[in-house]
């Protein structure tokens, strides 16, 4: 109910912004939905957010892998933390901007660089959060596991995974937000489709109609998978700290 | 440090602790042994006693092989499973009780895992997440999930801190029940005398940190054939040690 108001209080918003800015520089509500669907009809929309979901489903994937792994490790072990600190400083610190860039000069204007540049600008996220996750294992059920002698896969999947599981959340619900950002921009500089190309093409021409009606479906979209996808998966893997059985 | 395996004889477990030390923050050392010897034959149960913080726990640590870093050997025979109930339950929080006592023991069947469970009473929380125990249930299930491993060699941390009387008795009876009927070479620590002499057939006292051997007291008709005044006269002998 109190969504639905808020929904409403957004549209209102959005009209009562189009009186004072003019439609030019803010479009009316009901012109972008027209221009949404023309696009949808057209089958543009679709083709678009399903490239940009795409490179955005492998620059996360790409990240979160790396990033677990090397995060995981620097966690456990003070001489990788030690030798790999400076660097994870300086990706941490390094524009996004100028990893795009580099990418694309050095690699070409391809998805490799497109999707490399993605995953490089949201590894050192998660290489710290997950760093964090492993130095707060807990030793004792470490040491419980190895006088039973827990195997590898058992201690893996039964003590490791969940203690990280919270930290993985985290660093998966600031990754995504992150990687599609990251994307459209990515897009915007040196791809010939998805969402962020369009933005472009909308930028050129001054078509505001156009932009929003391609950026309004891929945040619906990003928060779909936000609320129907990653906060479930966030609730159960706490399920066992609310006691439940 | 040294972890050797023991041959054919009857002992299971010999303990040959020559110093144990901590290194602190500025370098400085430690003692927290000193020379420690003692052995256990299979089916035997042997209680460590001492003095709060003279290093009963870093004993069983050594024994269990947590820690390597010290001078001496421990020798058991390669072919033993070793179970060790420690002082805090250990157990995984995001698994129910039966869990718990299956990921240790994969193999265990439903009938065995059952009678187990209700041995130590637990059956109705079987499916109860720790969080859901009280520490006497929880330390029960932490002795469940060891005896599920059929171990040959059992280490006890402490198994009755901040347990009231009655639920430490009841514990100590249903420890007694299982060593026994299962002939596990069992090691406990301990700091309540009373427990200590109940279950053991040995006593080791040992002395101020760092700890050393300060005696070693056969308990002649041990367990439930102890009358009150043999119970009686072996804590005063213990505490005279001490």
Redesign the interface.
């Known amino acids: 109910m109190w969504r639905l108001v808020s929904v409403g209080v957004f549209f209102a918003c959005w009209q009562i912004g189009v009186e004072i800015a003019g439609p030019r520089n803010l479009p009316a509500p009901i012109d972008v939905l027209r221009r949404l669907a023309q696009e949808a009809l057209s089958g543009a929309l679709f083709f678009h957010l399903g490239v940009t979901l795409l490179r955005v489903g492998a620059a996360f994937v790409l990240a979160m892998a790396i990033g677990a792994v090397i995060g995981f490790v620097m966690g456990r072990h003070r001489v990788a933390d030690r030798l790999g600190d400076p660097w994870l400083v300086l990706l941490l610190n390094l524009p996004a901007l100028v990893i795009i860039v580099l990418a694309y000069i050095w690699v070409g204007l391809n998805e490799v660089a497109a999707i490399g540049a993605v995953a490089l600008n949201k590894i050192p996220n998660a290489i710290v959060i997950l760093r964090e996750g492993a130095r707060a294992l807990d030793p004792?059920?470490d040491?419980?596991a190895?006088?039973?002698r827990?195997p590898f896969a058992?201690r893996l999947r039964?003590?490791l995974a969940?203690q990280l599981a919270p930290y993985f959340a985290a660093a998966a619900r600031s990754g995504l937000s992150l990687v599609w950002k990251i994307v459209l921009v990515v897009e915007l500089i040196g791809r010939s489709n998805g969402v962020g190309f369009k933005i472009n093409v909308a930028f050129q021409l001054f078509d505001m109609t156009l932009l929003l009606a391609y950026a309004l479906p891929f945040v619906g979209v990003m928060l779909a998978i936000e609320v129907f996808l990653v906060q479930p998966l966030e609730r159960k893997v706490s399920r066992?700290?609310l006691?439940?059985? | 440090m040294n972890a050797k395996s023991l041959g054919g004889g009857s002992a299971r477990l010999e303990v040959s602790i020559k110093s144990k030390a901590y290194l602190g923050a500025s370098g400085e050392r430690h003692d927290a042994l000193g020379e420690v010897a003692f052995a256990l034959e299979k089916g035997e149960v042997g209680a460590v006693v001492g003095p709060s913080g003279c290093g009963k726990t870093t004993l069983l640590r050594i024994v269990?092989?947590?820690d390597a870093r010290f001078e001496g050997a421990i020798s058991r025979r390669e072919t033993d499973r070793?179970?060790?109930v420690?002082q805090?339950p250990?157990l995984?929080?995001?698994?129910?009780v039966e869990d718990n006592v299956r990921?240790?023991a994969?193999d265990i069947g439903d009938e065995e895992l059952a009678a187990l469970l209700a041995t130590l009473g637990l059956s109705e929380h079987r499916?109860?997440?720790p969080?859901?125990l009280s520490l006497g249930l929880a330390r029960r299930v932490a002795l469940a999930?060891a005896m599920a491993?059929h171990p040959d060699l059992l280490l006890l941390d402490e198994p009755f801190a901040s347990l009231d009387n009655a639920t430490a008795s009841d514990l100590v009876e249903q420890i007694i029940d299982i060593v026994a009927a299962r002939a596990i070479t069992t090691l406990l620590v301990t700091h309540d005398l009373d427990a200590a002499v109940r279950l053991a057939d040995v006593v080791f006292v040992l002395s101020e940190r760092p700890a050393r051997l300060a005696a070693r007291i056969v308990i002649s008709s041990p367990r439930r054939g102890l009358t009150p005044e043999a119970a009686a006269d072996v804590t005063r002998k213990i505490r005279t040690a001490q």
Do not use: I, K
């Not at chain 2, 995984?92 to 129910?96: K, N, V």
């Open positions: 004792q059920l040491e419980m190895g006088v039973f827990f058992t039964h003590v969940p066992w700290r006691g439940a059985a | 269990a092989g947590l070793l179970a060790v420690f805090e250990r995984l929080p995001w698994r129910a990921l240790a994969p499916r109860h997440f969080r859901e999930r491993v």
